[in-house]
């Protein structure tokens, strides 16, 4: 392995031999692995490609994974190798298996996009299981807070979960998901959601017919917290302790906390509802994550930094799904985003390297993601939200005498593959009622400059014939897959808009339905005489009980507080489309006031979780509040029954345990 490499990776590869033949342009030269085969499950492999590119490139790698008996699936999509001395490298492929037994199939895909060619690899490696008597074993991973499991074979048709509870039984037992039996090979699971330096009893349960037989027991004790900078971790004041009327069932909080700036980044966590930490995942290098969503069964989407095809930023350029040990389960960027977008035609999407400085009128490119993915679409799909950038004529949204570069969105839909299948870009919606109009800027006039905390990258920026900065018109913040009908609401935050697609399951018009909101197409049943009823720059919006309603949302308010003052609403909305109008169902200020970020939630026994999320307290410091609304019969208003004063957060959730989240 060539000597730049020699001196990041410790280990020497082994070639697995050439995959190519002579004279094609794109040549696989090695492909080095850390640990040979065979290994155990829950052993950290990492794979690097190595290849040749006779065209001046760049020569992107991709990775996929066929478990045993099964067909290849992504896992690391294209991505820009490093070039040293003629030979092109693959960034490194981390492999953590989890799933069952014997022997898999791992491919590298070598691609030059400029030529069209490409060239793949594939080797064969063995994983043996964990266990191998009749009693389950139970180890430790690099996350102190979680184990790995691993239970024998059980019988074909069957299902198995596991049950783990401390050895005291201070705290009622949690199970993971069930998943169906695959004999003879091993089942395997990882157990999260434990207190630190604990011992805990664990058992596997299998259901057969309906019958559940429990398994042996054995033993774990956790680790300790991790301590210092190494592992940031938040720390919690209870305002208010869970009483008799806090959700007795949602007893954990997952939140997502994120810095504007300064040190540190600290750790996402699940704590419980008096603060203490059950769960956490840090990334290195120290970078601000998005959790965007956690997963039925376990594990998280995130939106995170790292090196791509632009090198101008690596801001929020990947879409990471992860494991509850904090393992890249696969992962997306940007740049093949771009790429797959353009071939379904999408013309606003591609990579912003491309456009000539100073862009001329109608450039534009796609930026970073943002803000939101979620995979509650049918079959696993999975929808996220990236920026826009164009450039339009001088006067635009009342720009001075030169040409603005006007930050939009796009909403991408991914197969199960992780490949874009659909897509919506805003601006080709910009014409005015009943869609957008481009003439209708943000409702605070809000910008965004190259740098600026709280917006994507800019890239179309900084020539003196281009207006300084870039103006924020829609920032979207999260979307929401309406079951019933196939559709997709999203949220603009700059607008005070909630919008409707109809995308019926990708056979839709791809139109706006309806805006709700002030100026929108929705009236306000303003039963309780609010001198501003609706909301504003809200975020976390979705329609509660798998979309039969109400429709949650937080409303920070800044449009009502700009004009009146005031605070953070949490809000619960009917919505009527027959009348097309909202009426409150909650309206509840929250006694903070928190300009940007936060979640709303409905819980299992009729409460609401609400987070005011960035809330100055003093001159600098700014925090989240995990807050629990019982609502009030015949009111539209409520009492706090839970407040957790925590670290200034994105998003947080209140559920049972970290394998049942939310679904909205």
């Not at 030979?87 to 799933?99: A, E, K, L, R």
Request: proline share 7%.
């Amino acid at each position: 392995m060539h000597t730049r490499w020699n001196s990041l990776w410790i280990w020497a590869g082994l070639c697995v031999g050439l995959c190519s033949p002579v004279f094609a342009t794109v040549q696989i030269t090695q492909f080095a692995m850390s640990k040979t085969s065979p290994q155990t499950i829950g052993t950290s492999i990492i794979f690097v490609g190595e290849a040749t590119d006779s065209n001046p490139g760049p020569l992107t790698f991709q990775f996929n994974v066929a478990p045993p008996g099964g067909s290849l699936a992504l896992v690391k999509d294209f991505n820009v190798g490093v070039l040293s001395s003629g030979v092109w490298y693959s960034q490194g492929f981390n492999w953590f298996p989890t799933g069952i037994e014997g022997t898999y199939q791992i491919q590298v895909v070598a691609k030059d996009f400029t030529s069209g060619e490409s060239t793949s690899q594939t080797i064969s490696y063995t994983i043996n299981p964990l266990v191998t008597g009749s009693t389950p074993v139970v180890v430790s991973t690099a996350n102190t807070l979680v184990a790995l499991f691993s239970a024998p074979s059980c019988p074909a048709g069957s299902a198995m979960r596991v049950s783990f509870q401390q050895q005291s039984q201070a705290t009622p037992a949690t199970t993971t998901n069930y998943v169906k039996c695959h004999p003879p090979n091993t089942m395997t699971y990882e157990i999260a959601g434990m207190y630190p330096s604990t011992a805990y009893n664990m058992y596997s349960q299998t259901d057969t017919g309906g019958v559940v037989t429990n398994g042996p027991t054995v033993t774990f004790t956790t680790g300790a917290l991790p301590t210092g900078t190494a592992v940031p971790i938040p720390t919690f004041t209870t305002g208010i302790p869970p009483g008799a009327h806090t959700d007795k069932v949602e007893k954990m909080l997952l939140l997502d906390p994120i810095q504007f700036g300064g040190e540190p980044f600290y750790a996402d966590v699940a704590a419980d509802l008096s603060g203490n930490v059950m769960w956490y995942y840090y990334a290195l290098p120290p970078q601000s994550i998005i959790l965007t969503r956690p997963l039925q069964g376990g594990g998280m989407l995130t939106i995170q930094s790292g090196a791509v095809w632009n090198t101008v930023t690596t801001k929020s350029q990947l879409l990471r799904q992860i494991d509850l040990a904090g393992h890249i389960v696969r992962e997306t960027n940007t740049g093949i985003i771009q790429q797959e977008l353009l071939a379904l035609g999408a013309t606003d999407a591609g990579p912003c390297s491309a456009i000539a400085s100073p862009p001329p009128v109608g450039a534009a490119c796609l930026g970073a993601f943002h803000h939101e993915s979620i995979q509650t679409l049918p079959n696993g799909q999975t929808a996220l939200l990236a920026d826009i950038e164009k450039i339009f004529p001088a006067d635009t949204q009342n720009s001075n005498t030169l040409p603005v570069d006007i930050v939009g969105d796009i909403i991408i839909i991914l197969d199960t593959n992780w490949q874009v299948v659909w897509y919506f870009d805003t601006f080709q919606h910009d014409g005015g009622a009943p869609q957008l109009s481009i003439d209708r800027a943000a409702v605070l006039g809000e910008t965004c400059s190259a740098n600026q905390q709280g917006c994507p990258h800019i890239f179309l920026v900084g020539s003196s014939q281009i207006e300084p900065k870039a103006n924020d018109w829609l920032h979207a913040n999260s979307l929401y897959y309406w079951p019933q009908e196939g559709d997709i609401i999203w949220s603009s935050r700059n607008q005070d808009w909630v919008m409707k697609i109809d995308y019926k399951n990708g056979k839709g018009t791809g139109n706006i339905l309806w805006r709700m909101g002030v100026g929108g197409d929705f009236t306000f049943n303003n039963v309780n005489n609010d001198p501003y009823p609706w909301f504003s720059h809200q975020h976390d919006v979705g329609l509660e009980k798998k979309g039969a309603g109400p429709m949650s949302l937080f409303d920070n308010g800044d449009t009502r507080v700009a004009q009146n003052g005031g605070d953070n609403r949490g809000m619960a909305l009917t919505v009527d489309e027959s009348t097309m109008q909202v009426t409150p169902v909650l309206s509840q200020s929250l006694g903070v006031y928190a300009p940007a970020d936060g979640s709303a939630q409905l819980l299992s026994n009729g409460d609401y979780f609400f987070l005011p999320a960035t809330v100055l307290v003093g001159l600098s410091n700014q925090y989240s509040y995990s807050i629990e609304i019982f609502p009030t019969a015949g009111t539209v208003n409520g009492t706090q029954v839970l407040n957790i004063q925590g670290a200034n957060s994105y998003r947080a959730w209140q559920m049972p345990n970290l394998y049942e989240p939310p679904t909205t």
